[in-house]
Each structure stands twice: as structure tokens, then as C-alpha cells.
T-cell receptor
Framework: KQEVTQIPAALSVPEGENLVLNCSFTDSAIYNLQWFRQDPGKGLTSLLLIQSSQREQTSGRLNASLDKSSGRSTLYIAASQPGDSATYLCAVTSGGSYIPTFGRGTSLIVHP | GAVVSQHPSWVICKSGTSVKIECRSLDFQATTMFWYRQFPKQSLMLMATSNEGSKATYEQGVEKDKFLINHASLTLSTLTVTSAHPEDSSFYIC???????????FGPGTRLTVL
């Protein structure tokens, strides 16, 4: 059974810092990995989707990498802004089930 | 991108009543829909998977008679929480997948509070 772990659970940083959020998974036979953002009391916003054959994806200030062999993905946020404050969830879809398994998220606060 | 809506966005009900939550894919046909539950500061937990026109597949520990799922059309799935109790208070999120793709799109969620 796939298990997804996100570290750190919470992070508070001053505006402008570059950040790295970590996601690890136990079963490397994945189909894809997706990073989401969730604002308090809201649904999910998809940030980046990395297919199993890819190594990274970039969107604006966000860059996500995938290393299947080590069971890890990182989300890099450049020049963080207060508007980046949210919970970031990592979801891994394993081959066969096509159902994503979510981590518990990293709660990010970027203060001015 | 594809849009998934949920209605209502929040609901408060008395213990013992039933609540229906709708999940709609607005601009694509969703052959499969997923229902998740999220408790405060917890991750999303899959409750059930429903395919259009067939019975839902429930995850272990989820009572199918309590959480009724109907996926009657390619654009609509409903989750009915029957005889709701305070411990059912949670954030419910649906996700929809179109045929021919593995990408899933998530609804905005429904906050259920049972008094």
C-alpha cells in the first residue's frame, strides 16, 4: 500500500525566501505525482503534475522534481510571497489503481 | 482547464437528518468520480470511487449504507450522508476523471457541520 509523507508539516518564513517542500512515497511504481495547493476551508488547486517518465515540471515560481528511484519529490518555491501561504499537498497515483494517495500536507505561512 | 463544481459549498444540519452533496463536471464527461473526506489538519481520505451507471466501490471502513453515492450521469455524482451525526462533520471533496485521461480535477469542497 502506497504511503505518502510530507516534510515539514509546517513552515513559517519571511517574504522573499526560497523554499523547498518535500514529499516521499514508499512504492516507486507510480503513474504520476501531483502537487496541490489548498487554502483554508477551500478545495484543491492543482499546481504541477509530473508523469512517471518526467523528472521535473515548472510553472512560474514553482518547480517540482521527481526521483522515482528514491521515492521523492520536491516542490521548490522561489521568492516566496504572503499570497503563497496555504497548505501544499502531494498526491501520488500508483500504476494500476489510478487513485491518488495524499500526504498530510505542509502548512506554509509567508509573513511580510 | 476542466471545471468541477460542488453544491452546496457548506451545510449545517441537525443530527439524524440526511444531507445530499452534488458534484458536477461542467465542461467534460466524467466517467469516474471520487469522493474524499478531510478532517481538520488531516489529509484527504478516499471514501469511494464511482463509475457512471454502476455501483460505487467503497474503501475499507466506509459504510456504504451511510454514505450513499449515485453516479447517474456522466456529469453528476451525488453523495448522501444519511442519518448524519456530529462525527460526520467534515470537508467533503469530489474529484472527476474523464475517459482517456488519468488527470483528475477536484471540486471546491463542501463543508458539512452536523449539530
Amino acid at each position: 500500500k502506497q504511503e505518502v509523507t510530507q516534510i515539514p508539516a509546517a513552515l513559517s518564513v519571511p517574504e522573499g525566501e526560497n523554499l523547498v517542500l518535500n514529499c516521499s512515497f514508499t512504492d516507486s511504481a507510480i503513474y504520476n505525482l501531483q502537487w496541490f495547493r489548498q487554502d483554508p476551508g477551500k478545495g484543491l488547486t492543482s499546481l504541477l503534475l509530473i508523469q512517471s517518465s518526467q523528472r521535473e515540471q515548472t510553472s512560474g515560481r514553482l518547480n517540482a522534481s521527481l526521483d522515482k528511484s528514491s521515492g521523492r519529490s520536491t516542490l521548490y518555491i522561489a521568492a516566496s510571497q504572503p499570497g503563497d501561504s496555504a497548505t501544499y499537498l502531494c498526491a501520488v497515483t500508483s500504476g494500476g489503481s489510478y487513485i491518488p494517495t495524499f500526504g498530510r500536507g505542509t502548512s506554509l505561512i509567508v509573513h511580510p | 482547464g476542466a471545471v468541477v463544481s460542488q453544491h452546496p459549498s457548506w451545510v449545517i444540519c441537525k443530527s439524524g437528518t440526511s444531507v445530499k452533496i452534488e458534484c458536477r463536471s461542467l465542461d467534460f464527461q466524467a466517467t469516474t468520480m471520487f469522493w474524499y473526506r478531510q478532517f481538520p489538519k488531516q489529509s484527504l481520505m478516499l471514501m469511494a470511487t464511482s463509475n457512471e451507471g454502476s455501483k460505487a466501490t467503497y474503501e475499507q471502513g466506509v459504510e456504504k449504507d451511510k454514505f450513499l453515492i449515485n453516479h447517474a450521469s456522466l456529469t453528476l455524482s451525488t453523495l448522501t450522508v444519511t442519518s448524519a451525526h456530529p462525527e460526520d462533520s467534515s470537508f467533503y471533496i469530489c474529484s472527476a476523471k474523464a475517459s482517456g485521461t488519468e488527470r483528475k480535477f477536484f471540486g471546491p469542497g463542501t463543508r458539512l457541520t452536523v449539530l
